[in-house]
Structure formats: C-alpha cells, structure tokens
C-alpha cells in the first residue's frame, strides 16, 4: 500500500466550502434535510463554528471523487451534575452507502470521542436504533437506557 | 382550596441564589455530584445564563420550606439536518424524594418541552432508564431507539 492510500480518508473538521461537495446530500440519507440555501447554510456554519470546541462537525472527504463521504457531530454540554462536569453528545452520525465496509464510520466516532475526552468530558453519549447497537459496541459504547422523542412537527 | 395552594408548586428558571436552598443536594438524588464550591457554581451558572434561551435550568421551589425539590434542564442543538432545523435535549430530571406524586416531574418536563417549541425545535429528546419509561410516556414522549454511552471517567 502506498502511503497516499494510508492517508487517503482522513477525517478533518467541516469547511464552509463542503455544501457543494455533498455534504447535504450525505446528511439526506440519515433523514429529512429538503433544502437549505448556500446563504443558509454559511448561517449555521458561522454559528456553530463560533461555539468553538463545544460544536464540531467533522467529515471525512474522498479526496478521489471529491465528496464527502462520511460525517458525525458532537457537541459539548455543561452541567452542574458530577461537579459541574462536561458531556459530549455525538449525533447525525452517517456514512456514505457506497462507502460503507471501510471503518469509516468507526473512524468518525473515535475522531469525535477523543475530542470530547481532549475537553475533558466525563462521557459521551449518543441514541440510536437497536440496529446499529452492534456497530458502536464494537465502537466502545454500551447500551444504558432508552430514548425517547416528542415531535411537534 | 386557596389560591395559594394552587401556585405553590410553580416552574421557574434556576436562580444563582439556589444552591443554598438544597439545589446541590438534589442533583445528588440523581447522579454523582459531590462537591461543588460557591464559586465553581457561580461560574457555570453564569455560563449557562450567556447561552440565554439555548440553555435552560428550571426548578421548582417549595415555599414553604424554601427547598428546592424539583429539577430539569434543556440545551438547544443546531443542526443542518431537517433544514437546518434545532432540538431540545432534556437532561437531569429529579424531583425530590420527599415529593414524589404530586406531578412535579410532569410540571418540569411540560415547562421544558413548552420552551423547546416556543424557540423552533422539531423535536424534543431525552435518555432515561427502561424503568422511567412508562412516566415520560404519561408526559407525552415515545420511545425511539437505545441510547449509548462511554465513560472516560
């Protein structure tokens, strides 16, 4: 293997340059995500961008095809439970469908957790479905409880 | 029944002055939280207040007593998924043991949920054990899916 292969799916924070190399269209495969504008989407960028360490969004892009791929966010809650300590919260987690196979989903997770722990939080958590149980065992997690939801819309 | 009774048990937001009304000792019913100074409490409490509406605590106060006896907390997630929508993640429920049965739980999450819809979240979330299940249900939630952790400490 060479070594551009062995650095080839690197993971890196979100760019405000990523919209137009799929990035909304990965998400769209996770869930509901019709349409947000390019003056939308440099909005939110900008607002989460400015919580620093305590929002990240990272992605890996296929430096081949020039899409992003893969992608999973984490934010940093603070509390005043475990004397006033720090939990990371991993969502929007997904992996390209022609990309899966690759560990990929496997590196995003690490890449988030490690930033949570470099913060200092005691844990981090994320829900999912009981399908995907397997996956994030073999990622270090374990199940604790259950998730619950109220939609209003 | 008096009209002071039917406002004893009011919902409001957590005051910098509540730590010396058992504020502490009450998270402390919930999980691990065993000392935190004056000044470690004013500070995130000052913290969590810069983040305004994004970041909510509520307690109710018994009156009579001057304890605080019931507890929640809600953080508002930006996302770019669902049109760059938001979500309210509920966390650190605990209503005093002294007090259970008298709804305050409801009255906290109906508190935290209506401020959730009131600045735009499509959804609301929060984790709990299978043993809590059937209250959240009562307050309006559904179980989703299983939720994950992984503790660094």
Redesign the interface.
Known sequence: MYPVEKNRFQVRKLEITDKSKG??EL?QQ???????SDK??E??FL??NSYGDD?I?CVIEDDRSGKIIATG?I?I????????GKVG?I??VVVDASARGMQLGKKIIKFL?DH??AVG??????????GN?AF?EK???????????????
Chains 1, 2 share one sequence.
Do not use: P, W
């Not at 996770?30 to 947000?36: A, E, K, R």
């Open positions: 990035f909304i998400l996770l869930s509901v995500c019709d349409s947000v939308q989407f909005e939110r607002e989460l929002h969004v966010s934010f809650e603070k509390k005043f439970l475990r004397n006033c919260h969502e929007d957790t949570a722990h939080c005691y844990k981090v958590i994320l829900d999912c479905s009981l149980k994030y990622c270090g997690l374990k199940q604790k409880g259950i998730h619950m939801t109220m939609y209003f819309v």
